[in-house]
């Protein structure tokens, strides 16, 4: 019973990643990635957190901007970030 109680908390400790998103819900490729990999979901986070912190310094017609520029990178990330070593694309 321990051994079956000690497998599952480490099955989900892993798969308890911290990206800025719910991974039950990723549904690109990138954000499977994402999800799979602790480096790259840490990192998501942290940059989540940066926007998050940048919309709320912003004037309301820069925050405008900066959500239609965000999107487009997004949309553009998917297209050209071919896999999880390419760190600096995703």
């Known amino acids: 019973m321990k051994?079956?109680?000690?497998?599952?908390?480490l099955f989900v400790a892993a798969n308890a990643y911290s990206a800025s998103?719910?991974?039950?819900?990723?549904?690109?490729?990138i954000e499977n990635l994402i999800c799979e990999d602790l480096p790259l979901s840490q990192l998501d986070?942290?940059?989540s957190n940066a926007y998050v912190?940048?919309?709320e310094e912003?004037?309301?017609e820069a925050v405008e901007a900066l959500i239609k520029e965000?999107?487009?990178w997004l949309r553009s990330r998917e297209k050209i970030c071919v896999d999880k070593d390419d760190v600096?694309?995703?």
């Open 53 to 55: 912190n940048l919309k």
């Open 70 to 72: 965000q999107r487009n």
């Open 58 to 60: 912003l004037k309301p």
């Open 45 to 47: 986070n942290q940059m």
């Open 21 to 29: 998103f719910d991974c039950k819900k990723a549904s690109t490729r």
């Open 88 to 90: 600096a694309c995703i």
């Open 3 to 9: 051994i079956i109680l000690l497998s599952t908390m």
